[in-house]
T-cell receptor, first 115, second 114 residues
Framework: AQSVTQLDSHVSVSEGTPVLLRCNYS??????LFWYVQHPNKGLQLLLK??????LVKGINGFEAEFKKSETSFHLTKPSAHMSDAAEYFC?????????????FGTGTQLKVEL | DSGVTQTPKHLITATGQRVTLRCSPRSGDLSVYWYQQSLDQGLQFLIQYYNGEERAKGNILERFSAQQFPDLHSELNLSSLELGDSALYFC?????????????FGQGTRLTVV
């Protein structure tokens, strides 16, 4: 079984300051991990993915995440927040189930960016 | 634009009714997933299809059913609707539907049951 815990339901930062969104995972398999972003009234957009290659993964819009197996973490960071980053972010673990595959979503972190 | 198309975007219907949500995957993608997003449950996996066959099942109610057609589009049928079925329903597609392949999501269908 797999699960994801997003440690903060809300994060507020000032524009131009770093962003850190925390995620811990649990998986019976070697995990594939993703971050998705959801802007208001929009679908889910893939930010980045980890699939057992490099542990530091770069994504779109300046986001990156580091896979740390010893800490079972996959935190999302960005050096400098922009107003357009305000959205809900989901950490996702993907693992085989039955004959197929299942994406398990965290509960989401709402990112607020202030001037 | 993810390339995944869902119709309709919005749907309002009465309790007890039946609705069909449609999803067209990205060109070349063989696998389709359905998810339900509600305020109290978050994003819940419903079902996955691969090349027309059901591959994985999640928390899908017996009143709900889905299928994937030979042209790879998928439909989610929701029947005997209840107020609690009001939610945003997402379809996603991926190339092969394995754990290490990313899924691309549509814009969702917002279902309101009144």
């Amino acid at each position: 079984a797999q699960s994801v815990t997003q440690l903060d339901s809300h994060v507020s930062v000032s524009e131009g300051t770093p962003v850190l969104l925390r995620c811990n995972y649990s998986s019976s398999y070697s995990p594939s991990l993703f971050w998705y972003v959801q802007h208001p009234n929009k679908g889910l957009q893939l930010l980045l993915k980890y699939t057992s290659a490099a542990t530091l993964v770069k994504g779109i819009n300046g986001f990156e995440a580091e896979f740390k197996k010893s800490e079972t973490s996959f935190h999302l960071t960005k050096p400098s927040a922009h107003m357009s980053d305000a959205a809900e972010y989901f950490c996702v673990v993907s693992a085989p189930t039955g004959g197929g595959n299942k994406l398990t979503f965290g509960t989401g972190t709402q990112l607020k960016v202030e001037l | 634009d993810s390339g995944v198309t869902q119709t309709p975007k919005h749907l309002i219907t009465a309790t007890g009714q039946r609705v069909t949500l449609r999803c067209s995957p990205r060109s070349g993608d063989l696998s389709v997933y359905w998810y339900q997003q509600s305020l109290d449950q978050g994003l819940q996996f419903l079902i996955q299809y691969y090349n027309g066959e059901e591959r994985a099942k999640g928390n899908i109610l017996e009143r709900f059913s889905a299928q994937q057609f030979p042209d790879l589009h998928s439909e989610l049928n929701l029947s005997s609707l209840e107020l609690g079925d009001s939610a945003l329903y997402f379809c996603a597609s991926s190339v092969v539907g394995t754990a290490n392949t990313e899924a691309f999501f549509g814009q969702g269908t917002r279902l309101t049951v009144v």
